[in-house]
């Protein structure tokens, strides 16, 4: 079955702990990114890749750090985790340009306190 | 800059009344995307449709229709007699420069039986 798998689904962790969240996709796609999703904000673009080694910052970067080693993993590291982190995190891919619809992963929901 | 504009945070209806969701853009480019996405009380997101800024053809699928109008910027979204499963949060997203992508803030439509 075609899909994005997230992990974990659920993090609670203190700040200043690093965490990874990892994304992977078994399309072959080359385009994959993440999106945080906070109430009145909609989703806001953190990181994207438009293929192995190359990645570049959406509009909310800051705090983040990702890699892209392999097309089929994404992950996301948090190196220290504030509270202004606690959101509903979302890893997406697609075939390639923006005009590409997004597969979406279930989401992970974090907590930092 | 480009930004995404979502005005109704929440609209509720009764089961078979029609109902319509706005989104209103902003960009300089030339050559840019539109899209819907999905997400029921479930939280996966889902694509249901895209349009790229050359095409203002209108499109019905279904109960769902679009309406893309370049002249006020808007790229409009109606559900037709809308039923209890349409009940989700749908957000309206922009995509440029071919890798990037800005969604809005999202309307929660709450559809009642």
């Known amino acids: 079955e075609a899909q994005v798998t997230q992990n974990p689904r659920y993090l609670i962790t203190v700040t200043g702990k690093k965490l990874t969240v990892t994304c992977s996709q078994n399309?072959?796609?080359?385009?994959m990114s993440w999106y945080r999703q906070d109430p009145g904000l909609g989703l806001r673009q953190i990181y994207y890749?438009?293929?192995?080694?190359?990645?570049d910052k959406g509009d909310v970067p800051e705090g983040y750090k990702v890699s892209r080693k392999e097309k089929r993993n994404f992950p996301l590291i948090l190196e220290s985790p504030s509270p202004n982190q606690t959101s509903l995190y979302f890893c997406?891919?697609?075939?390639?340009?923006?005009?590409?619809?997004?597969?979406f992963g279930n989401g992970t929901r974090l907590t930092v306190t | 800059a480009q930004k995404v504009t979502q005005a109704q945070t929440e609209i509720s209806v009764v089961e078979k009344e029609d109902v319509t969701l706005d989104c209103v853009y902003e960009t300089r480019d030339t050559t840019y995307y539109l899209f819907w996405y999905k997400q029921p009380p479930s939280g996966e997101l889902v694509f249901l449709i895209r349009?790229?800024?050359?095409?203002?053809q209108n499109e019905i699928s279904g109960r769902y229709s679009w309406n893309f109008q370049k002249s006020t910027s808007s790229f409009n979204f109606t559900i037709t007699a809308s039923q209890v499963v349409d009940s989700a949060v749908y957000f309206c997203a922009l995509g440029w420069l071919g890798y990037k992508l800005s969604f809005g803030a999202g309307t929660t439509v709450t559809v009642r039986a």
């Open positions: 349009r790229n800024s050359f095409d203002e």
């Open positions: 997406a891919s697609s075939l390639g340009q923006v005009y590409s619809p997004l597969h």
């Open positions: 399309m072959n796609h080359e385009y």
């Open positions: 890749s438009m293929n192995v080694e190359v990645t």
